[in-house]
């Protein structure tokens, strides 16, 4: 059973939820709201806090606060990303600071986030409370680890996972274990499924990071290699660095800023290197490892629908990786300090 034919009626009700926590009386901030919400993703992490809840038992309203919650976190830190990146497109469709600008949009994804920590603060008894307001501080932490560590050749798998554990994996954690805890999980249950979202979490990321350099754009939804073209250094690309013989041209090409007219040159040298499959391999330790801790959890639908996000990540990596695109088409003369326009919302 799928995330989503488990959770769809519920996640119905956690749209209802967000909208009815984000009322406001001002009429001009309405239409910003009814903008924002109209912008759907996947919805992953609320699906993944009912799965966890549903483990223990059927969905209730404290399960349905706190998935709503994970989500308007969510949609807050995307909202600020925009404004960080001055992006002006996130799924085909203008984003909140392109069209209302930079001060509305700080100051709704702040509303946002004392939102949802409004939801959720009647279950503090639960440690729900700290577990999400956690996981926002670990994600600032790494957005500024990242922003620090732009261009810097040097940076380790050690930091690199460090930093993807705060960006992705911290509130994928904070939804599983806050699912649970609401929904009345013994503390070893519920840490087992914290694990759970904190390595499938990091194995999404590392996928995301791989599909950077080898998916279609298209399918992506923005530029092919964006990342290392602004400077951040992912996984395949410390794999590359740290290698004998290829290592020096991508770290000339850090150093110097000249990224943008040696992509094609780092396509292959990816692939050559075999950093590329080294991601991936990296990718599938961290699944096997999720499942081992889903396997804690007695048996049910929910556990299941958990155990397909796993199989989902894996089979989006290996499809790609098969395909061997490698769709390194970039205008060789453009900056590479120009922001993302990001199109896809996780």
């Not at 059927?58 to 969510?74: F, G, N, Q, R, Y």
């Not at 994600?139 to 930091?159: H, I, K």
């Not at 410390?238 to 290698?243: A, E």
Request: aromatic share 4%.
């Amino acid at each position: 059973m799928s995330l989503t034919s488990l959770a769809s009626a519920h996640l119905e009700l956690v749209e209802e939820r967000m909208r009815q926590s984000m009322c406001c009386s001002l009429h001009s901030v309405r239409p910003v709201i009814d903008h924002l919400m109209n912008t759907k993703g996947k919805r992953l992490r609320p699906l993944v806090c009912l799965a966890s809840g549903m483990c223990f038992g059927p969905a209730t309203d404290a399960t349905i606060d706190v998935a709503s919650a994970v989500e308007l976190v969510h949609m807050a830190s995307l909202v600020h990303d925009d404004v960080i990146d001055r992006a002006s497109m996130r799924r085909g469709v203008r984003t909140v600071n392109s069209v209302w600008g930079n001060h509305v949009a700080v100051l709704l994804g702040d509303m946002m986030l004392s939102n949802a920590l409004g939801l959720v603060a009647r279950y503090a008894a639960c440690g729900v409370l700290s577990s999400i307001s956690s996981a926002v501080a670990r994600m600032c932490e790494s957005e500024m680890a990242q922003a620090n560590s732009r261009f810097d050749p040097e940076v380790t798998e050690e930091e690199y996972m460090k930093r993807i554990e705060g960006k992705t994996a911290a509130l994928l954690e904070a939804s599983c274990v806050s699912g649970a805890l609401v929904s009345g999980a013994a503390q070893e249950q519920a840490r087992c499924l914290a694990r759970f979202g904190r390595l499938m979490g990091l194995a999404f990321q590392v996928t995301d990071d791989l599909l950077d350099f080898i998916a279609d754009p298209d399918d992506l939804g923005k530029p092919t290699c964006q990342d290392l073209r602004q400077g951040i250094i992912t996984l395949p690309a410390v794999y590359l660095l740290s290698h004998p013989a290829h290592g020096r041209y991508i770290r000339e090409a850090i150093s110097t800023r000249t990224l943008g007219k040696k992509m094609r040159r780092i396509g292959t040298l990816l692939d050559r290197s075999g950093a590329l499959e080294m991601a991936r391999n990296k990718v599938r330790a961290l699944l096997d490892e999720a499942a081992r801790h889903l396997e804690q959890i007695g048996e049910c639908a929910a556990k299941h629908a958990l155990r397909s996000c796993l199989d989902m990540i894996q089979a989006r990596m290996d499809m790609r990786l098969s395909e061997k695109q490698f769709v390194l088409s970039l205008d060789p003369t453009s900056s590479p300090e120009k922001p993302a326009q990001r199109a896809h919302q996780t």
